[in-house]
């Protein structure tokens, strides 16, 4: 995942409400939301790390990963970072026995997000202390969580204004909060150590290009029950025009 914004403890009828992009290579081979055979995991997979982003335990808890880009790193990592989703819910542990486990250095930057019973956590290389979230409206892209990016804020204001109309939240219209093509002015760009093309290129809360973009977008709707509806949008890329729309209901756990 790229972008993520979430609204959390701001319905008493709906505690959390998720709406997450996931950009990559067009190139790179993936499978759309599935039960996973060989764990008890619902979640899209990454078939040349086998790994994945964002996802769902049998026993209901969560966890989401976004990239932290920092084009000045050398560091070479030991283990693709989709491995720290689905290793958590393949695992029992809680959330911040899990994080306790974490070797940091065997994996690129990353940020995670991983929710058990007693709350919703975030960590990662750069904040590496779990920090139990707060009730509000937060955002999550390829810094730390909450940074002001443009898109982060354009993603923030935009949840804020959905939650003040809202009567019952809907996947399709969630997805319209993150589904913004516009770029930020130069003077706007974050510096992370990579070109200024890119820089521009990837500014924009959805992605397009020749060869790299958003390649589907996640909506999650949990409501006070632990009655939670995941639909994942597989966007159309080039050569493949046919986009694809998979709905999940199941039960989770509400994070305390």
């Not at 809907?170 to 002015?185: F, G, V």
């Not at 020749?210 to 994942?232: I, K, Q, V």
């Amino acid at each position: 995942m790229c972008l993520i914004t979430l609204a959390y403890r701001q319905s008493s009828q709906w505690p959390l409400l998720l709406v997450a992009n996931r950009d990559e290579f067009y190139q790179r081979p993936t499978l759309p939301v599935h039960h996973w055979e060989d764990k008890p995991i619902l979640a899209g997979r990454d078939l040349t790390q086998g790994g994945t982003w964002l996802g769902i335990s049998d026993d209901g808890r969560l966890a989401a990963l976004t990239n932290y880009r920092d084009g000045r790193s050398n560091q070479s990592p030991l283990f693709s970072r989709g491995e720290l989703v689905s290793n958590y819910l393949a695992t029992p542990m809680a959330a911040l026995d899990y994080c306790r486990e974490i070797s940091f250095e065997a994996y690129g930057g990353f940020n995670l997000l991983l929710s058990d019973r007693t709350g919703l956590y975030y960590l990662g290389t750069h904040h590496q202390t779990p920090t139990r979230l707060q009730p509000g409206i937060h955002t999550l892209s390829n810094a730390l969580l909450n940074t002001p990016w443009p898109k982060t804020e354009l993603a923030h204001r935009q949840m804020q204004q959905y939650l003040s109309s809202m009567k019952e939240p809907d996947a399709a219209q969630l997805l319209e909060l993150i589904s913004s093509r516009d770029k930020a002015s130069e003077e706007m760009l974050p510096d992370t150590g990579i070109s200024q093309e890119w820089e521009k290129m990837l500014s924009s809360c959805f992605i397009e290009s020749d060869h790299y973009g958003t390649r589907s977008s996640t909506t999650l709707l949990l409501n006070a029950s632990g009655e939670l509806e995941l639909t994942e949008f597989t966007h159309p890329q080039p050569n493949t025009p046919q986009s694809l729309i998979t709905r999940f209901q199941l039960r989770a756990i509400v994070p305390d």
